[in-house]
């Protein structure tokens, strides 16, 4: 049997070692995979999945022990590395205006509303909503889209409200939801995300 031993490696270190051990294999040879990344784990399977390649697993702690023997499939051109997810599908929103795109001042505060209204609907909500520059308009008390932004922060969304911006424009007691926050905070939110959307 085959041992690949990719315990305290990241992606793509254990496809590439599967790739090249199931390469060096015969056709129905055991292999006996071990991970202790949750990610890794179902980057591997997935690459088993797709390669045609049966296989079982155990769980013992943290470490996955993979299963499974070399299919028939040619590997060779196979790129392993393509199956390398990070496992990071956070994202963040900033709203850095009170209208969306460029343009008509009308269609872009339509937009902006339709887009905030629409944010609950979606399957993968982000994990913060940061507001700045005249976007904190958007989060005062009288705001067209302060409901749905309440709805959002009750399901666990953190809003951001940019402290220096409601100073500039003199709204600090008027904001109706989330926190207000500082530069550094915001900052250290978008570096650590996944991904930013910014609308």
């Not at 887009?115 to 976007?135: A, C, M, V, W």
Request: charged letters at 25%; glycine letters at 8%; aromatic letters at 8%.
């Amino acid at each position: 049997m085959k041992i690949v031993d990719a315990g305290g490696l990241l992606c793509p270190q254990p496809l590439i070692m599967l790739k090249q051990a199931l390469l060096e294999m015969n056709v129905g040879e055991e292999a006996e995979i071990l991970t202790d990344n949750d990610t890794s784990f179902k980057n591997l399977t997935t690459f088993l999945d797709d390669q045609g390649a049966k296989w079982t697993h155990k769980k013992e702690g943290n470490k996955y022990f993979i299963y499974t023997s070399k299919p028939a499939k040619d590997l060779t051109n196979v790129d392993a590395a393509s199956y390398c997810s990070t496992g990071n599908s956070e994202y963040v929103i900033c709203v850095k205006s009170d209208k969306m795109g460029e343009g008509d001042d009308e269609l872009g505060t339509i937009l902006i509303k339709a887009f905030i209204n629409s944010l609950k609907e979606q399957d993968r909500l982000p994990t913060h909503i940061i507001f700045y520059n005249s976007g904190i308009r958007l989060a005062t008390k009288d705001s067209p889209v302060i409901d749905a932004l309440r709805a959002l922060e009750d399901s666990g969304i953190r809003i951001m409200v940019c402290g220096t911006c409601t100073d500039f424009y003199g709204l600090k007691d008027q904001i109706g939801v989330g926190m207000i926050s500082n530069m550094y905070s915001i900052t250290e939110t978008l570096v650590n995300t996944g991904h930013v959307v910014a609308p």
